[in-house]
């Protein structure tokens, strides 16, 4: 079985830290993306790679970047994190096959920001 | 554009009843079409899929999909909900983009309760 894996599943930081959440998929996907999820605004994208060293901001990109240096490991990085970003991050992967697979999830990292 | 609509952001059924949540999706093209469950504080896990096949689509613990082209509908059932199967289902359908590459798109989710 394909597995993602994210390396906290819980998180606290303080106003203004710089957060790194960590992503590794070990299924030799292609793509990968990161999600944030908050109650009745269901997943939302906020940045997607399809290579190694490529990215496309997604929907909400402001205040993430991500890198890709590695094929299976994909990071978001909060460049200063507030606490309007407290919330569920997910990460996916998948083949470029997405039509016919869908992705594979990782168990998603809580990040409180106080 | 392709868009997906789940009808009803809560649900609420009693134990052994049955379970109907609620999917249509626009897309100018055939979609692909997914429902993924999420358990709380966990990610999402693919339950089945819709891959211009069967149009009856089982997946895992018991729930099963009918594509209707004509409605455009993707609903997902269960003839008898268990205490288990209470969590967060979403609806996506596949979306071409850029290097015939395809992002999933999402509905918002409908959350599952099952009273004893």
Redesign the interface.
Known sequence: DVK?T?SS?YLVKRTGEKVFLECVQDMDHE?M?WYRQDP????R?IY?S?DVKMK?KGDIPEGYSVSREKKERFSLILESASTNQTSMY?C?SST?R???????????T?LTVV | AQSVTQLGSHVSVSEGALVLLRCNYSSSVPPYLFWYVQYPNQGLQLLLKYTSAATLVKGINGFEAEFKKSETSFHLTKPSAHMSDAAEYFCAVSRLGAGNNRKLIWGLGTSLAVNP
């Open positions: 993602v994210q599943r793509n993306f009745g605004l269901g997943l994208l997607f399809y496309e997910l996916a470029h997405i039509g016919e697979e869908g992705y594979t999830f990782g168990s998603g809580r």
